[in-house]
T-cell receptor, first 118, second 114 residues
Framework: AQTVTQSQPEMSVQEAETVTLSCTYDTSESDYYLFWYKQPPSRQMILVIRQEAYKQQNATENRFSVNFQKAAKSFSLKISDSQLGDAAMYFCAYRSALNSGSARQLTFGSGTQLTVLP | DAGITQSPRHKVTETGTPVTLRCHQTENHRYMYWYRQDPGHGLRLIHYSYGVKDTDKGEVSDGYSVSRSKTEDFLLTLESATSSQTSVYFC?????????????FGPGTRLTVL
């Protein structure tokens, strides 16, 4: 079974600065997908960014980018020019590339609470 | 916006009573999921559906049942609620139209079992 670990329960960053959230995962599969979701106080789960394991290029979405290290099984999220609206719980998630049965489920880490200081 | 709604958004009930949560989607997605979120655990899969009348168990399915009689509705039932089922419940969809293998979530339902 796959596991996802977020070792930083809480982090803080100064507004306009850069912060990196860590995520490691354990899998025996070679093809899979990785995601970062954001959960603000509204509780809504919002997709931030996704990465296909077969792609060597790191995904980017505006101020959000990832550092995907497949051999190390590491998938960190970098937030540049942090804004007050970035304050949220961030979850890392794994999904197998297999399209059968429970392989479709997302396996989540326990989350990192990000505080943005004005 | 994946066109997902959940009802009710909040519910308080007593131990031993049946509870049904509804997930409704408007965009004809084939796959639907129910997760629960508890402190320190992230989200964990309860059940999922891969079509009308086609469902299967997830990681934490004990005490829950589901039904899907129409594409747009996926119901989660707690036959006899227990305090350990106090949680936030999220419905999700995934569909190839929106990017293969990406799940999008509804707004969540906070359930309290006294």
């Amino acid at each position: 079974a796959q596991t996802v670990t977020q070792s930083q329960p809480e982090m803080s960053v100064q507004e306009a600065e850069t912060v990196t959230l860590s995520c490691t995962y354990d899998t025996s599969e070679s093809d899979y997908y990785l995601f970062w979701y954001k959960q603000p106080p509204s509780r809504q789960m919002i997709l931030v960014i996704r990465q296909e394991a077969y792609k060597q290029q790191n995904a980017t979405e505006n101020r959000f980018s990832v550092n995907f290290q497949k051999a190390a099984k590491s998938f960190s999220l970098k937030i540049s020019d942090s804004q007050l609206g970035d304050a949220a719980m961030y979850f890392c998630a794994y999904r197998s590339a297999l399209n059968s049965g429970s392989a479709r489920q997302l396996t989540f880490g326990s989350g990192t609470q990000l505080t943005v200081l004005p | 916006d994946a066109g997902i709604t959940q009802s009710p958004r909040h519910k308080v009930t007593e131990t031993g009573t049946p509870v049904t949560l509804r997930c409704h989607q408007t965009e004809n997605h084939r796959y639907m999921y129910w997760y629960r979120q508890d402190p320190g655990h992230g989200l964990r899969l309860i059940h999922y559906s891969y079509g009308v009348k086609d469902t299967d168990k997830g990681e934490v399915s004990d005490g829950y049942s589901v039904s899907r009689s129409k594409t747009e509705d996926f119901l989660l039932t707690l036959e006899s609620a227990t305090s350990s089922q106090t949680s936030v419940y999220f419905c999700a969809i995934s569909d190839s139209k929106m990017g293969v293998n990406t799940q999008y979530f509804g707004p969540g339902t906070r359930l309290t079992v006294l």
